[in-house]
């Protein structure tokens, strides 16, 4: 066993770094601020030259640049730093345990786990010599809620970036594609009545209703569409449905969120545009539509030399690894303007879940084939730097 893996990732399960999405908490156990300043001192101590980027009051991302022979190129290996919140875990979710050979406790595999071994992998590829390019590591901000951390590193990165590897729980698969995230929110609003005398007022709900069929109608056409070879079609769901504050009132008030997964070859415009022309023509238009979360899907070349070196590294560790595309989003979205070669990558199968864990050997086996990969050829040399 890799203890000091294994350690690394238990330390960072036992910081909580909720995401505290749009309620502002920074006081642990949200935000970020308090994993950053562990990340930071670890990089320190490990010689490893790091900075604090402010993003957000309280939730900085980590960043770390070790020059190779060649600085005009960039390779940036990321992770995030933030979990999804707690409630409903049968486990300590802070009190990282070892169990037939896991690792539990929340983060173990999105994305504690898989930001240890990037960590990992960069110290010991920077400590084993020679760097042939520039590799930075990041441990972003915000990533399970808006993606703020990536969004501001994207913009605001001290080098250019020529391609980069995205830590996430794939399963030691290379993901060279995943949709993008379109998120909505219906309102209607009407008038306030006692239910006894319903005529008298006008029910919110009743236009949401109707809105919510319609776009369960839209989504089974999606499914019909043709499909992305890696990432199938593209989906619609209705997630939430909130209205009323009492039963003998009617109510004034109703929203739904809607959240769209769209393909690499459709617009987030596009399908906003869509939905409306869907209201307007079910004379649904005196709904109010407003976005609250645009993210880009991204889409690599399954045969650049990012995607099939670091595959042909995986394969030699994890035979039946493979290439593919997953449905949900991560924070490469941030990155698609730059248009440099991305890849999503790590180990871990379980997050999200009410005992979330990951396998102390896929830890151990996704730095075998991060370094495997680092230690020969990452596949920059053919490709233009962008800034």
């Known amino acids: 066993m890799n203890t000091e893996l294994a350690k690394l990732c238990c330390d960072l399960i036992n910081i909580p770094s909720i995401n505290p999405q749009n309620t502002g908490k920074t006081i642990t156990p949200y935000g970020e601020s308090e994993i950053a300043d562990f990340i930071f001192q670890w990089l320190k101590q490990h010689n490893l030259s790091p900075q604090l980027q402010p993003v957000n009051p309280q939730r900085p991302n980590v960043f770390a640049l070790a020059e190779g022979d060649d600085t005009t190129q960039t390779l940036l290996l990321t992770a995030h730093m933030d979990t999804v919140d707690v409630q409903g875990m049968t486990i300590a979710p802070f009190a990282a345990q070892i169990k037939n050979d896991r690792i539990f406790g929340r983060g173990a595999s999105d994305d504690k786990g898989p930001l240890a071994v990037m960590m990992q992998a960069f110290d010991q590829t920077v400590k084993a010599g020679k760097l042939p390019f520039n590799l930075a590591f990041l441990a972003t901000c915000g990533e399970e809620f808006d993606m703020s951390g990536a969004a501001w590193f994207a913009q605001n990165s001290p080098v250019p970036i020529t391609a980069a590897v995205f830590a996430e729980p794939t399963d030691l698969n290379v993901i060279a594609a995943h949709k993008g995230v379109l998120r909505l929110r ?20 009743y236009p949401i209703a109707r809105a919510v069929t319609l776009l369960e109608n839209h989504a089974e056409k999606l499914r019909q569409n043709p499909q992305h070879d890696l990432l199938g079609c593209e989906t619609l769901a209705v997630t939430i449905i909130r209205g009323g504050q009492q039963i003998n009132i009617v109510p004034d008030k109703c929203y739904a969120d809607v959240d769209y997964r769209f393909l690499p070859n459709h617009s987030p415009e596009d399908c906003l545009r869509k939905v409306e022309q869907l ?9 109010q539509l407003k ?18 070196n670091l595959h042909n590294a995986a394969t030699k560790i994890v035979p039946n690894s493979q290439i593919k595309g997953v449905a949900y ?3 490469a979205s941030q990155f698609t303007h730059l248009n440099i070669p991305a890849v999503v990558f790590g180990p871990g199968n379980r997050p999200h879940t009410e005992d979330e864990s990951i396998e102390i050997k896929a830890l151990e086996k996704a730095l075998k084939i991060m370094l495997n990969y680092l230690q020969n050829n990452w596949g920059l040399s053919s490709i233009s730097s962008i800034s």
């Open 291 to 308: 976005t609250s979360l645009i993210c880009n899907p991204m889409e690599t070349d399954p045969s650049s030399p990012l995607t099939i």
């Open 186 to 205: 219906l309102k209607a609003h009407g008038k306030m009545s006692h239910s006894s005398i319903p005529e008298t007022g006008q029910n919110a709900i």
């Open 279 to 287: 209201l307007q023509n079910n004379q649904l238009g005196n709904i």
């Open 329 to 331: 989003a991560t924070d």
